[in-house]
């Protein structure tokens, strides 16, 4: 796949859609397909680490996935927890910062203090800043911004006031957003960090996802003329 290195994009954030049909085609419970999508990602993290690609985010639980069967909820937080755990000294190794954006307080303790020690280890590497959406909505990134504005008894809000107090203010906006499965939309993600993201929509399930899907959707995003409103 033919790639252009000098312009990568520096933040992938990638809706991680059809863990649960990967599953049920082969006959298996959802929860097998989210556990294959764990693999996934971490074949991401290291093409990103491969292609220098510096920020990359996984929504891996929204706002609106409490509705699932408690099984199934439980079993995507052992995975993002046993994923944390098993690979933390790996990331260390290769200059990884760990990051989450949405609300920790419902999950259970040992996934928050296992995402927090994780935080505090790799809060100084910028090799490549990996962010799991963790409980995560566009519009209660949103709220949340906006009353935080309140209570600081801001009279007139600027853009950047809403960028500077979303989850994701230590982060650039996505560039590009991917979203597997075929499915095309954006289902409450990052909604104000998305206005000028490039969208992708491979057919591919998430479990299936690898290097060589990343470098040909880098390829697409390669061959878009990203204007922002402006003529070139
Ligand atoms: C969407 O597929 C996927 C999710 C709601 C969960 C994704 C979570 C993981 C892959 C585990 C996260 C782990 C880490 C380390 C970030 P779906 O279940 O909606 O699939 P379907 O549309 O085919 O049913």
């Given at each position: ?30 929860k097998?397909?989210h ?26 639980f929204?706002?609106?996935?409490w509705?699932r069967s408690k099984e199934e909820v439980d079993a995507i937080f052992d995975l993002v927890r ?25 999950f259970p303790?040992d996934l ?121």
């Amino acid at each position: 796949m033919k790639i252009n290195k000098s312009c990568m994009p520096t933040h992938i954030a990638i809706i991680m859609d059809g863990n649960g049909r990967w599953a049920t085609r082969r006959g298996l419970p959802r929860k097998l397909g989210h556990k294959a999508g764990v693999d996934a990602v971490k074949r991401t993290i290291n093409a990103c680490l491969k292609h220098n690609i510096k920020y990359c985010t996984f929504f891996a639980f929204s706002t609106e996935n409490w509705k699932r069967s408690k099984e199934e909820v439980d079993a995507i937080f052992d995975l993002v927890r046993d994923h944390i755990k098993e690979n933390i000294e790996k990331m260390i190794e290769k200059g990884i910062k760990i990051n989450s954006i949405g609300v920790l307080e419902r999950f259970p303790k040992d996934l928050v203090d296992t995402l927090n020690d994780a935080k505090e280890k790799t809060k100084d590497f910028d090799k490549l800043t990996v962010t799991f959406a963790l409980n995560y909505g566009g519009r209660d990134d949103l709220v949340r911004a906006f009353n935080k504005l309140i209570k600081q008894g801001i009279q007139e809000i600027t853009t950047q006031d809403i960028s500077n107090n979303l989850d994701s203010a230590n982060l650039p906006d996505p560039d590009f957003v991917i979203r597997t499965s075929g499915e095309q939309r954006i289902s409450n993600f990052m909604l104000y960090q998305m206005a000028y993201s490039e969208l992708y929509f491979p057919k591919t399930y998430w479990p299936d996802f690898n290097e060589k899907h990343l470098l040909k959707a880098v390829a697409a995003y390669q061959k878009r003329d990203r204007r922002y409103g402006g003529i070139k």
